[in-house]
Structures are given as structure tokens and as C-alpha cells.
């Protein structure tokens, strides 16, 4: 347990450090299709309800191919 905890930090620490570059190289995903925007004059409002049920999924995935190896 104690090695996956720093395993995670270390991953999020990095993505933290790497984040400019990420958000440039995935800008194509806050364009899908089902991803709402509301624009008026003070505010807008994002609503990325494509990329969340892709998120979801690939996720859902992985651990799922996590907890098939550990058995």
C-alpha cells in the first residue's frame, strides 16, 4: 500500500509539473461532440459531459485490469 501512495504522488506531482504541455497536446478533447458550453457576457460555463463518460470508462477499464492481476 505504502509503495502504491508514492507511486500516485509521484505521478500526480509530475502530471502537476507537466500540465502546460498536457492541457496543449489533449486540447482536442474539450471540442468533442455532447461537451456543452454556455458563453454570456460575465461568465461562461463548461459543462464536459462526453469527456467525463470517456474518462469514466477508460478508468472503469484499468481498474478493472488491476484487480483481474492481484487475484
Not at 54 to 60: A, P, Q, R, Y
Amino acid at each position: 500500500m505504502n509503495r502504491w501512495l508514492i507511486i500516485l504522488g509521484a505521478i500526480l506531482l509530475l502530471a502537476g509539473l507537466l500540465w502546460p504541455w498536457i492541457f496543449q497536446g489533449l486540447r482536442f478533447l474539450w471540442g468533442l461532440p455532447g461537451n456543452i458550453v454556455i458563453r454570456r457576457e460575465h461568465f461562461t460555463i463548461y459543462l464536459p459531459i462526453t469527456l467525463c463518460i470517456i474518462v469514466s470508462v477508460v478508468l472503469t477499464l484499468i481498474f478493472m485490469l488491476l484487480r483481474g492481476r492481484g487475484k
